[in-house]
């Protein structure tokens, strides 16, 4: 999760600040170029994959929103597994690319030229493109979320539960739910079915899995933050109660 800005690093430092900084954009500048498109497409090539043994590719595309060009994600299926893979990869490009002065936003249902790629299939893609470097956020204090007990039950480190929270989400649904343990060496992460859902369950559990790792992605960036090293276990359990396991971490 290191790329070159400027001459300079972007390290995993910088991507948990992003975490507090970042909005969608959707208003944009233009004049996006192609010493632009270079920047983005060397950019993206510094996300991490989840799962090291997944195939996925990203390529950056003419503009399918309001940007100067999309970026999409294709992964092997369309697979629970796959699609938390996908929020983690596409939420590492969103912050990348926002810590780069990019405006960027998730385009949840905009279709691509090209359905498939290299025996992989299109899952989600970004507008992204240039924007008034003002656009971004100074702080928590201006992000819309729910409150953390909502989010999270048990104690744990402030700094990896604010940034856990801070994440974002399709219609900022926030469909997850995290437990810490009483001695605070597990985590949890669940995503939380709501009871009542106006939109079908079959369209919000494809957004749901993506914002599981898209979380997951903010989840690390805390931890890693603040010194915590943790170990990833991932695998996707039955759904209890509303409660779909995702993943847990254990922490050293
Ligand atoms: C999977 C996903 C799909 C999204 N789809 C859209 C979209 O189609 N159009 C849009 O304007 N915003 C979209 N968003 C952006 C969310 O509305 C936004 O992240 C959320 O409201 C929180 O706001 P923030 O990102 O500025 O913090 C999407 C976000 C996610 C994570």
């Given at each position: 999760l290191e790329c070159e800005s400027k001459g300079r690093e972007i390290t995993m430092e910088d991507l948990f600040n992003e975490c507090f900084k970042r909005k969608s954009i959707r208003l944009f500048k233009d004049g996006f170029s192609s010493e632009d498109q270079e920047k983005v497409t060397e950019a993206l090539k510094k996300a991490v994959p989840l799962d090291p043994s997944a195939a996925y590719e990203f390529t950056l595309e003419k503009?399918?929103?309001?940007?100067?060009a999309s970026v999409c994600l294709y992964m092997k299926d369309k697979e629970p597994q796959s699609l938390v893979g996908a929020g983690y990869l596409l939420e590492q490009a969103d912050l990348i690319l926002e810590q780069l002065g990019y405006g960027v936003c998730f385009l949840g249902t905009a279709k691509p030229?090209?359905?498939?790629k290299d025996g992989l299939i299109f899952v989600m893609m970004l507008d992204v493109g240039l924007c008034d470097?003002?656009?971004?956020?100074?702080?928590?204090?201006?992000f819309t979320r729910k409150y953390i007990n909502d989010i999270w039950e048990g104690e744990f480190n402030e700094q990896v539960k604010d940034c856990a929270l801070l994440s974002p989400s399709a219609l900022n649904g926030q469909a997850w739910y995290l437990k810490s343990s009483a001695d605070q060496k597990k985590i949890t992460v669940y995503k939380k079915r709501a009871p009542?859902?106006?939109?079908?369950d079959e369209v919000m559990r494809f957004f749901h899995f993506l914002d599981a790792g898209i979380l997951l992605c903010h989840l690390e960036l805390g931890l890693v933050h603040e010194h915590l090293k943790a170990e990833r276990h991932f695998e996707i359990k039955p759904e209890e109660d509303r409660l779909t396991e995702i993943a847990e971490y254990e922490i050293k």
């Open positions: 503009p399918h929103g309001r940007g100067g030229d090209v359905k498939e470097p003002n656009s971004f956020r100074q702080g928590k204090a201006d009542f859902n106006p939109i079908p």
